[in-house]
């Protein structure tokens, strides 16, 4: 029931783009993406909902396939401030709880 | 109130001990859930409430963690005669349900020594 998500880490240098998947085994009525910064908690970036769509703000953006079940995090131009943990939550159709991907690990390097 | 509020923020307790962990959610907010973050390891689901209705249990990992939602508010997690691989930290999230994002908490990290 938890989502898959790769890679699990990937090293950037500022400037540098990356993409983040999420794949699940189970149709989906929404995809959560969230950023963790080391000891801190889980801070929400966006929610993507059935019926396929992609969204973004300032250089962040993701995509929804609903028909794959899958959804990827862009980030473009990467900033120092991109460090941290990704994780993709889902929540399949007719659940009401979400489960998470294991993250993936980002380093952003001047 | 303006956050997720959890209490306590760290918790070292010994082997056996019984251990309750709170959760203050944003008010209004009518869905909570509980998750387990072991160390550089991903989030675990526990448990979730919504409303008045039943909760979702079916992530507890065994019927020495239970957890109780008073007043559609304030969250209990308790832990009874804890072990070493119960250390990890705890965080709850509340939400409004539809097409919103979960607000977490800063957790509470338990040692169990």
């Known amino acids: 029931q938890q989502p898959v998500q790769s890679p699990q880490a990937v090293i950037l240098r500022e400037g540098e783009d990356a993409v983040i998947n999420c794949s699940s085994s189970?149709?989906?009525?929404?995809v959560h993406w969230y950023r963790q910064k080391h000891g801190e908690a889980p801070v929400f970036l966006m929610i993507l909902l059935k019926g396929g769509e992609q969204k973004g703000h300032d250089k962040i953006s993701a995509s929804f396939n609903e028909k794959k079940q899958q959804s990827s995090l862009y980030l473009t131009a990467s900033q120092l401030s991109y460090s941290g943990t990704y994780f993709c939550g889902t929540i399949p159709i007719g659940d009401n709880d979400m489960r998470f991907g294991a993250g993936t690990r980002l380093t952003v390097k001047p | 109130g303006a956050g997720v509020s959890q209490s306590p923020s760290n918790k070292v307790t010994e082997k056996g001990k019984d251990v309750e962990l709170r959760c203050d959610p944003i008010s209004g907010h009518t869905a909570l859930y509980w998750y387990r973050q072991s160390l550089g390891q991903g989030l675990e689901f526990l448990i979730y409430f919504q409303g008045n209705s039943a909760p979702d249990k079916s992530g507890l990992p065994s019927d020495r963690f239970s957890a109780e939602r008073t007043g559609g508010s304030v969250s209990t997690l308790t832990i009874q005669r804890t072990q070493q691989e119960d250390s990890a930290v705890y965080l709850c999230a509340s939400t409004l349900v539809g097409s919103y994002g979960y607000t977490f908490g800063s957790g509470t990290r338990l040692t169990v020594v």
């Open positions: 189970k149709a989906l009525y929404s």
